[in-house]
């Protein structure tokens, strides 16, 4: 009930006017995005379905409102939300496809062992070595860290992978196996090479190359972490049964719970990788650095998100309970509706 004790007449109309547009901002007002598929989606009214089934779900559980979805084309629709307080976490809401996947990193170095062969066929190719590689200071003051394990893969940087060639220049050494680390203004280049028919095919086949989710600053220097992982995943997010975000130590956690089978699988085959690494891939990225698995695993995990917002950690586990988009969605324009 709304009172008015020690509120002027003249005044109370005013009140009320603010506590309608209050309740109104809080409730949300709709908005429209326009919605792209990825370049080449699988074609189908099935997908289409599939693509407003996995809206539908993850508007209720946001608080969204109804959702409605037009299509304008096989490719193209325009998304309506009732109820939008934030555009830019309803348009994440409708891009992130949650394709969920976990994977052992290059134990057997693999990829390190393939690089002076992946320099040749570039250099064959026409590719030309850069600058060189940054120098050991500017190395070290980068990966300026109290653990040991850091120091001594600082240390191992400059025999292991500072060498001329196209790419081998541009990667050094990161803390664990399987990951490397690239200074970020030298991320577009090292992204363009590995994405090239010669170095690919002089990747071992058993192996993808996957770039971490965000970029990392140490010191002065950022850098991205490039990852090799083994191609066959340990697990597909199509294996989680539950997925709730929670708060430990000022982290950000999503804990999830695998069906029966996937609690099987993922129990069998982290016994057999103790002390290995092991990714957790969202969308085609790495979420951090991948963790050690200490001991065997069932059916209940966590994803650790760090300081990341508690909504980021929540719409995470949203996307994991509704499942993945059958095609990835790009957001191309966006807007209230009526304002």
């Not at 949300?28 to 407003?52: H, K, N, T």
């Not at 090292?190 to 071992?204: C, F, G, K, T, Y």
Request: include cysteine; charge should be negative.
């Amino acid at each position: 009930m709304l009172r008015y004790e020690g509120v002027p007449k003249r005044g109370r109309g005013l009140l009320v006017f603010w506590v309608l547009v209050a309740l109104a901002c809080k409730a949300g007002a709709p908005a429209e995005f326009q919605v792209r598929l990825g370049d080449s989606p699988p074609s189908g009214p099935s997908v289409q379905e599939r693509v407003e089934q996995a809206l539908a779900l993850r508007a209720a559980e946001t608080g969204l409102g109804s959702v409605s979805v037009q299509w304008t084309s096989d490719s193209t629709c325009t998304v309506r939300f009732a109820r939008v307080q934030d555009l830019e976490r309803a348009a994440r809401l409708i891009e992130l496809q949650g394709v969920m996947e976990w994977r052992i990193t290059d134990m057997d170095n693999l990829f390190r062992d393939a690089l002076s062969a992946i320099d040749r066929a570039l250099i064959d190719a026409g590719v030309e070595a850069g600058e060189g590689a940054a120098p050991t200071s500017a190395l070290d003051q980068l990966l300026t860290t109290d653990t040991a394990q850091a120091d001594t893969a600082a240390a191992d940087t400059t025999t292991a992978l500072n060498q001329p060639g196209p790419l081998s220049s541009l990667l050094y050494n990161g803390q664990i196996e399987g990951e490397f680390l690239v200074f970020e203004e030298d991320f577009p280049r090292v992204d363009s090479l590995i994405r090239l028919p010669e170095a690919e095919r002089a990747i071992p086949r058993s192996i993808d190359l996957v770039w971490a989710s965000e970029p990392r600053s140490e010191g002065a220097r950022a850098y991205r972490p490039l990852y090799a992982v083994e191609r066959s995943p340990v697990l597909t997010g199509d294996q989680v049964q539950d997925a709730r975000a929670s708060t430990a130590r000022d982290q950000s956690i999503v804990r999830f719970t695998l069906t029966r089978s996937g609690g099987r699988r993922f129990r069998q085959v982290t016994r057999e990788h103790v002390n290995d690494f092991m990714a957790i891939m969202l969308d085609g990225r790495v979420f951090r650095q991948p963790p050690v698995i200490r001991s065997e695993i069932g059916r209940d995990g966590q994803i650790e998100l760090g300081t990341a917002p508690r909504q980021e950690a929540q719409d995470l586990a949203l996307v994991l309970r509704a499942g993945a988009l059958p095609a990835p969605l790009t957001v191309v324009a966006a807007g209230w509706v009526g304002r």
